[in-house]
């Protein structure tokens, strides 16, 4: 943030590292801004040039000049432009977020950017650029959002002053540009809108701007000091805790809002060092493909021009390794496709048709790899793959069977039971659908993550993949065969010997044609 020109443009083109984006999947870039680019001529009339010049940074400033000669002569204002123009052709949306006022690395609980108030976050001179943001991209369509502020914190935090500023910000930025969305956030890092309960916000008289409000949120694994519980608990205890706690801060509120939600932040450590990160990622996977959430990965950027005063230093949560075109993860977009997928489309009350819309039915979801279950060609037995591959399920009930759409068939245990192996047959795809191994139920019964039939014995059985999976801390998403093998981690707080996430299978309600 210190040179006020979007990352990268030392590594590639702006036009290739936009349209990369567009190829992996990403239909809109969370842009951020600082205040004081747009209200004091000081930092917003430097070139990019001189911006550059003025942070030592002469080496950085020659691969710009390899890379965007255009950009060099430019300011940074309209660097930012060309960028987003970049975008806009490449068919990617832009929401401008307001990430701080002084340009800095964000995000210090006593860094002066926090809150309403603090030394370098006067809340006139806040409005003013929101004013003067809003107002330069109007007309432009790549535009569709301006983000209020990133991850309001530290100890001045008050609601009055929330809802006083927020109220004034998103009349703001309608003033100045009706066309685009206002993104809202909580408190706390973004993570919490609890308040909201106890009083709605509403920007003005009318209900017109409520919606052009979009309540965004961010959540991590470390979120509210929560990072060493995905390590010493077992990941579905603390997924269902987290995931509640989410619901009561965010999830909640912005329903009683009546008001789309947009988790502007989530990532992980792509170096997979983490046990936390890599047992988050899941729970994650859960919560935005059962609610079909709109989201943004921090991050794109491979490296920072500076950052902690380290030249080219490395994002380790950045998706792009350091060629800025190559993925760190060579999986990624393998793993991602199903959250990327719009599942659910609205079916007008008056009863129309819409051609996107059909009857609902289920994808079996596994979100610690991201695949998806599809019967193989033959219909004979399933596997795991990408989720551009997923078959249709039909589900009514616990105890019943889930049942290929379109077909007589249903899903079998393979009825390997024990802790699984090599040899562990296959789940199998069957005409017969009324005996136990073709009946399926969603344990445990507080938190449904595991799909199980009864065997004989009575001991229940759950979908699994990957043969050694307590012992593996991140599988690779390939296709795969799909088992069934004794259920690990039903109960308690307490799970130290079973990762129980390779049996995560989720019942994923879509009516997408």
């Known amino acids: 943030m210190e040179s006020m020109v979007p990352e990268g443009l030392n590594k590639q083109p702006v036009d290739v590292i936009a349209s990369r984006i567009a190829a992996l999947g990403f239909n809109c870039v969370r842009l951020t801004w600082a205040t004081f680019m747009f209200t004091n001529s000081t930092y917003g009339q430097r070139t990019v040039t001189d911006s550059f010049l003025g942070l030592g940074l002469n080496k950085t400033l020659v691969e710009i000049a390899a890379h965007n000669p255009s950009l060099l002569s430019l300011t940074v204002l309209d660097a930012q432009k060309a960028v987003v123009d970049a975008l806009g052709k490449a068919g990617v949306m832009v929401v401008l977020d307001n990430h701080v006022s002084l340009p800095q690395w964000c995000c210090a609980e006593n860094d002066g950017n926090g809150f309403f108030g603090d030394i370098y976050f006067d809340p006139k001179v806040w409005k003013r650029g929101l004013r003067i943001v809003a107002g330069r991209y109007r007309g432009n369509p790549a535009v569709v959002g301006v983000g209020l502020r990133n991850e309001l914190r530290g100890p001045h935090q008050s609601q009055p002053v929330w809802y006083q500023n927020v109220k004034r910000g998103v009349r703001a930025i309608h003033k100045a540009n009706p066309d ?209 591959d997923r078959s249709r399920w039909s589900y009514e009930s616990e105890g019943t069977p889930i049942k290929l759409v379109g077909t007589n068939l249903c899903l079998r245990s393979s009825g390997g039971g024990g802790g699984g192996g090599g040899n562990t047959p296959p789940a199998t795809l069957s005409s017969n659908c009324t005996d136990l191994p073709s009946k399926w139920s969603q344990v445990p019964s507080g938190f449904k993550v595991q799909i199980a039939t009864t065997d004989e014995a009575g001991a229940l059985q759950c979908l699994d993949y990957y043969a050694n999976s307590t012992n593996s801390s991140s599988p690779t998403p390939t296709s795969a065969s799909v088992f069934t093998r004794q259920c690990v981690c039903l109960e308690g707080k307490l799970c130290y010997d079973s990762n129980p996430q390779s049996q995560w299978f989720l019942l994923i309600s879509s009516n997408i044609a």
Request: aromatic residues 14%.
């Open 180 to 388: 685009v969305l206002a993104m809202v956030s909580g408190m706390s890092y973004g993570t919490d809108l609890s308040f909201l309960l106890q009083k709605p916000l509403h920007p003005d008289n009318s209900t017109s701007l409520e919606k052009k409000i979009v309540y965004e949120a961010h959540w991590y694994s470390f979120t509210n000091g929560k990072h060493n519980d995905w390590s010493n608990f077992s990941p579905t205890w603390v997924c269902a805790d987290l995931t509640a706690t989410f619901e009561k801060m965010i999830g909640a509120p912005v329903a009683a809002m009546n008001a789309p939600l947009f988790i502007g932040e989530f990532g992980i450590d792509f170096r997979a060092l983490n046990r936390g990160d890599l047992r988050f990622l899941p729970c994650f996977n859960k919560l935005a493909a059962e609610r079909d959430l709109d989201w943004a990965i921090w991050a794109l950027q491979a490296t920072y021009y500076r950052r902690n005063d380290i030249v080219d230093m490395e994002e380790t949560f950045g998706v792009l390794d350091q060629t800025w075109y190559q993925t760190k993860d060579l999986n990624f977009m393998t793993k991602y496709r199903l959250l990327q997928d719009t599942l659910q489309v609205v079916v007008p009350s008056t009863g129309t048709t819409t051609n996107n819309a059909a009857s609902q039915y289920y994808i079996i979801y596994h979100p610690w790899t991201g695949l998806c279950l599809q019967a193989s060609k033959d219909q004979s037995t399933v596997q795991l793959s990408d989720c551009k």
